[in-house]
């Protein structure tokens, strides 16, 4: 399984952006998709999660009311709609088939995509 990431910018913040995350040879509905980042010296962290029917978990406390993740499955594409940036939302951004890190640790991580929220 591979999953490709996308939509990464520079932005200021107060912006927005919508990443996406696209399947590479096998189609995503049959998995639950997870959006991850990692920010500059930190660790991994999971912070949105969608069902294969298309409900989304509770997103983490820090992009709860601004990130949502969505799914096309006819287009094989997951979402992640970002609102009223913040600087600490700049990282690198991934997806897995999976919610948690913990089971994605089989997962063989792509390149992810890079948003910079700064002024």
């Known amino acids: 399984l591979q999953l490709v990431e996308s939509g990464g910018d520079s932005v200021q913040p107060g912006g927005s952006l919508r990443l996406s995350c696209a399947a590479s040879?096998?189609?995503?509905?049959?998995?639950?998709i997870g959006w991850f980042r990692q920010a500059p010296g930190k660790g991994r962290e999971a912070i949105a999660c969608?069902?294969?029917?298309?409900?989304?978990?509770p997103y983490a406390d820090s992009v709860k009311g601004r990130f949502t993740i969505s799914r096309d499955n006819a287009k094989n594409t997951v979402y992640l709609q970002m609102n009223n940036l913040k600087p600490e939302d700049t990282g690198l951004y991934y997806c897995?088939?999976?919610?948690?890190?913990?089971?994605?640790?089989?997962?063989?991580w792509g390149q992810g995509t890079q948003v910079t929220v700064s002024s």
């Open positions: 897995a088939p999976a919610c948690t890190i913990v089971a994605a640790l089989d997962y063989e």
């Open positions: 040879g096998f189609t995503l509905d049959a998995y639950p």
């Open positions: 969608i069902s294969t029917g298309g409900l989304s978990a």
